[in-house]
């Protein structure tokens, strides 16, 4: 309605101000346009300058609308509670070694980035994000987002480990922080899924999960055979240690070091697309009406130049004569 009422108030400012400019050049008609005075279609211009910039106004409103309208009224547009998916990501500096992927070349960071775009790729629906990044200790870097985008930026080298102080990585604390962090949550509207190579100090015990949880997957990261030396040990996936902390949580755990998350692992979180619909939706109509119009307004003054009247202002010079020479006694042109 508030699209409709924006059109309506400039279609009417249009109407009056045409019909006060056609009682001025009534009077002068003759004058400006000629005698015979301007061509018959020109009549329609008080009608269709209103409609065209009404229209105008109608797709900007609109597209306003659907744009922040639609973040507004986010929860009831897409039906009931936002489903919050928290990333929690190792940011060790075991994550850097290089054993991961399918060929055992990247790095466990550039491991768990695939993952994750994979991951988003999948998910659709009404989601709002959150990624948490522990080392030792947890912090959250992006809650309640609705962007996708915001998550790729924290997992596309975003330098959250320089804001956490020096020490050895303590996965129990930081699934203890992060089960903290969301139980605040509405009932079973969040799904955690915890990205880690399981290089930890001694688990501490692991808390119960809040009601806020409704699904933990633990993913692992890292080759689970063979490890890596780094700060005095050899680092490697630790399955052990990460299915316990799994079954803590009642959830579940998966290596994906080597192979993408399963498809039905994702569960509800994966919205089948709905069906190409015929014709043109609400968003695409708005724009159609805003290029009518704009076209309709920027081309009516050539339009009026060339076509209005047939009456021309300038009239081409004639060309000139020659003007008579006279010499004595004769005149010759």
Do not use: C
């Amino acid at each position: 309605m508030t699209a409709v009422a924006s059109a309506l108030i400039v279609f009417g400012l249009t109407a009056l101000a045409e019909w006060l400019h056609g009682r001025r050049i009534r009077v002068a008609e003759r004058l400006a346009f000629g005698p015979a005075g301007a061509r018959r279609w020109t009549r329609l211009l008080p009608i269709l300058r209103p409609v065209s910039l009404a229209a105008f106004t109608w797709g900007l409103a609109t597209l306003i609308l659907l744009k922040t309208g639609r973040d507004d009224d986010f929860a009831d547009s897409e039906g009931g509670e936002a489903t919050r998916l928290v990333f929690v990501a190792d940011l060790s500096p075991s994550m850097y070694l290089e054993d991961a992927g399918p060929d055992g070349l990247l790095t466990r960071q550039a491991r768990m980035r695939e993952v994750v775009e994979g991951i988003l790729q999948r998910v659709s629906g009404n989601l709002r994000f959150g990624v948490i990044g522990f080392y030792t200790e947890s912090l959250p870097v992006v809650m309640e987002a609705r962007d996708p985008e915001l998550v790729r930026n924290v997992f596309n080298g975003l330098p959250v480990t320089y804001a956490m102080p020096l020490g050895k990585t303590d996965l129990g604390r930081a699934v203890n922080e992060t089960l903290e962090l969301v139980a605040d949550f509405p009932e079973n509207s969040t799904r955690i899924i915890l990205f880690t190579d399981g290089d930890s100090v001694n688990l501490v015990p692991i808390a119960q999960r809040p009601k806020s949880v409704k699904e933990v997957l633990v993913l692992g990261i890292g080759n689970p055979n063979k490890g890596l030396y780094i700060d005095g040990h050899q680092s490697r996936q630790e399955a052990g240690t990460l299915r316990s902390v799994a079954a803590s949580l009642g959830g579940a755990y998966e290596d994906v070091n080597t192979k993408h998350l399963a498809t039905t692992t994702l569960g509800d979180l994966v919205v089948p697309l709905a069906p190409l619909k015929r014709g043109l939706n609400l968003e695409q109509i708005a724009i159609l009406a805003m290029v009518l119009g704009a076209l309709i307004n920027a081309f009516l003054p050539i339009v009026l130049e060339f076509f209005g009247s047939d009456w021309k202002v300038n009239p081409k010079k004639r060309r000139a004569t020659k003007a008579p020479v006279i010499v004595e006694g004769t005149t010759s042109s």
